[in-house]
């Protein structure tokens, strides 16, 4: 069998004396989509800053295709800055917040990080940024500032551009958390897309019923642990841990949805 596009191990994180992360395990297999649920202060969010290394763990591994970068405190050894932002780029994340260039029109947007990171021609940033506005349903929106834009249209240019970067896998941290709840079906309508396309993707979500309908592995965190992961008819329609059922009983009715 091939070996998961994602592999982690025993993956430690704290700040302080604050444990956040204890000794996480998971494996993502290329195509597949991980919906990540779980109450506020799990350890969700902090999980994918670490793949994605915008935090550093203290302890345990992280493969995300070729590359592995092992963690032993502070005689961990990161990457150089070149090769620290490929890494970053074959793991593209998509925050709650947009953090879009309020200067730059949704082109520029989506065409600065191939240009400036993976020293993109400009023809052919431009090219394929217009295609990926196209895939999110934003091409007549190219030449508009971010400030023109609604929350859903601004979420899904940041999605645009995280593809830009030809990732790997995607990461998306409760994209929609921040949104009007009339926006966001248009965003979750596109991940919906990513996922027919067999982009691997990794979800922290609280839309339950979004995570069962797309996600072929839904992993429940309680207290920086993974206390409960399956598909999603076992977790979410069967959950085995007391935890976990209690977690999804404030969401009766939302799963089956």
Known sequence: MAAPLIDISKLK???????????????????????????????????????????????????????????????????????????????GMVFQHFNLFPHMTVLRNVMEGPVTVLKTPKAQAEAEARALLAKVGLLERADYFPDKLSGGQKQRVAIARALAMKPTVML????TSALDPELVGEVLGVIKGLAKDGMTMILV??????????????VFMRDGLVAESGPPERVIDNPQEASTQAFLGRFKGVAAQ
Not at 172 to 175: I, K, R, V
């Open 205 to 218: 979500t609280h839309e339950i019923g979004f995570a069962r309908e797309v996600a072929d592995q839904v």
């Open 13 to 91: 994180k704290a700040f302080g004396q604050n444990v956040v992360l204890k000794d996480i395990s998971l494996q993502v297999e290329r195509g597949q989509v991980v919906a990540i649920i779980g109450p506020s202060g799990s350890g969700k969010s902090t999980l994918l800053r670490c793949i994605n290394l915008l935090s550093v763990p203290q302890g345990g591994r992280i493969t995300v295709g070729e590359q592995t970068i092992e963690f032993n405190g502070v005689h961990t050894t990161l990457p150089n800055e070149r090769a620290l932002a490929r890494f970053r780029a074959s793991t």
């Open 172 to 175: 998306f941290d409760e994209a």
